[in-house]
């Protein structure tokens, strides 16, 4: 049995319920973002399992539209930490990731998250440039080159569209607002 979670969106997450889950009993068989698998035959208890996934700001998902809008998130989060930026058009690395037909992604999602998955994905490439930044391992060629933008200025014009502010003002900031994974929309 698979269940959905929301709001799981990094490795840490993944641990963290992994060791909560395993320290209350709670068998598990696999664990990804975004989803949790229980051996077959599992009589899951899911207020108690609500209650671990809420404890940590995580939420179980039971609607089809909530359980695609999640898997979309997940499926972008992963391609953006493992720089598995999608090549060509992202409803063709999207349709092609879920097996599900992207018009239809592109409505479910737009509905219920008030943004298209394309605005979604441009603010999760610039919160991973405010990361990179940060970091101050690489210059904003290499950001931009890391990220398959096709030039440094198309993501200095991103980066001030979204956030208000150019790359450079931003790195100067001795405290850099960043957003949570989970929280972007």
Request: charged fraction near 30%; charge should be positive; include cysteine.
């Amino acid at each position: 049995m698979k269940i959905r979670v929301k709001n799981m969106v990094c490795d840490r997450c993944k641990s963290v319920l992994a060791d909560t889950l395993e320290k209350a009993g709670i068998p598990l068989i696999s664990i990804r973002l975004g989803e949790l698998e229980f051996p077959p035959g599992y009589e899951a208890d899911f207020d108690r399992i609500d209650r671990i996934l809420e404890t940590h700001g995580f939420q179980r998902i039971g609607e089809a539209g909530a359980a695609l809008v999640e898997e979309v998130k997940a499926l972008l989060v992963t391609a953006l930490h493992e720089t598995l930026v999608p090549l060509g058009s992202l409803s063709s690395f999207i349709a092609s990731r879920t097996g599900r037909d992207y018009s239809m992604i592109s409505k479910v999602f737009s509905r219920r998250e008030g943004i298209t998955v394309e605005k979604y994905w441009i603010r999760l490439r610039i919160e991973k440039v405010k990361e990179l930044i940060q970091m101050g391992q690489m210059d904003f060629t290499q950001i931009a080159y890391t990220l398959d933008y096709s030039s440094s200025s198309h993501l200095a014009r991103q980066f001030k569209s979204v956030t208000g502010m150019s790359m450079g003002s931003y790195r100067k900031l001795l405290d850099p607002p960043r957003s949570e994974w989970d929280k972007i929309v």
